[in-house]
């Protein structure tokens, strides 16, 4: 998740950033400016979906900033960091799109308990109401079909929705990018990514997988072979719901890799086809929202 931080002082913009940096529930990727103007050019080229402003800077106020974004239309989030204090003041802030205020100085904690109603509506956005076009020429699951298999497979609790599609950029890897297949003919069929907290909530399954794991996985990308074996038992166990509409077979699991970084092909099976893919949200207790992209051959 993309956060931009503004403020013409150069300490606050690293208060900010390290604070941004010890978010225990999402990652999030974070660039900096200096003034609204900056700030402006980076959200056309950059498209965040948080912003952080200070009220008080030299060229544009952040309350102009607000007032800017907000006419733009483009479902950014708005947080102001600053010293005001006056609450007509902040009551005019909000008015014009701030999602909230907070006055310096401020706690690591006070910022993490601001912006997370922020990072949830914007995962609660990605989610689109369940359609039923047919993908009968694939192999892809049904998601209510799938979401049982998942729930006897992880926990109970494990939720899946449909989502819009996902496009590549720098929150995909690492990933974990798992092969089906066609038992008899040895075909891929199906080809499963998973973002870093998708793997989180399928690691779920595995009671021994330790919080401190998990955070590991999502700030330093280290996923470990644990983690890794567990999606794999998951994704086996899920491989019946896969089912080829023309053989009346199910897929089979063929094999699981840990992706660390970008290669050219998992850019073009992001930019496959709606109708050639599936993408799903999976969520359990206090976990961020994972993302999966099932795409079909």
Not at 195 to 223: G, M, P, W
Request: proline share 4%; with cysteine; charged share 30%.
């Amino acid at each position: 998740m993309k956060v931009l931080i503004v403020d013409d002082s150069k300490a606050t913009l690293e208060i900010v950033r390290r604070a941004l940096e010890k978010y225990s529930y999402r990652r999030l990727y974070i660039k900096k400016a200096a003034t609204a103007v900056e700030a402006l050019s980076v959200i056309g080229s950059w498209q965040p979906q948080i912003v952080l402003t200070d009220w008080h800077m030299p060229d544009m106020s952040g309350l102009m900033l607000v007032q800017e974004i907000d006419k733009r239309k483009m479902g950014i989030k708005i947080g102001m960091i600053t010293t005001v204090d006056d609450e007509d003041e902040i009551d005019k802030a909000e008015k014009a799109g701030a999602s909230f205020v907070l006055s310096k100085p401020f706690e690591d904690a006070d910022l993490h308990k601001k912006i997370k109603p922020l990072v949830r509506s914007i995962e609660e956005e990605e989610i689109v109401p369940a359609t039923n076009a047919s993908k009968d020429d694939w192999a892809l699951p049904r998601l209510p079909q799938l979401e049982k298999n998942l729930q006897r497979a992880i926990n109970p609790n494990v939720r899946i929705s449909p989502i819009k599609k996902q496009l590549f950029d720098e929150s995909k890897v690492p990933c974990l990018m798992a092969v089906f297949e066609d038992s008899v003919l040895k075909k891929p069929k199906v080809v499963a990514l998973l973002d870093v907290y998708a793997i989180c909530v399928f690691s779920k399954r595995n009671t021994s997988i330790t919080d401190e794991q998990l955070q590991l996985a999502i700030h330093k990308s280290n996923v470990c072979k644990e983690m890794v074996d567990t999606c794999q038992d998951v994704l086996d166990k899920s491989a019946i719901t896969f089912v080829d509409k023309h053989t009346r077979r199910s897929l089979k699991l063929k094999n699981v890799s840990f992706i660390p970084e970008n290669f050219n092909k998992l850019e073009v099976m992001f930019a496959k086809d709606g109708d050639k893919r599936l993408d799903f949200a999976c969520q359990i207790d206090m976990l961020a929202q994972g993302k999966v992209t099932l795409v079909a051959f």
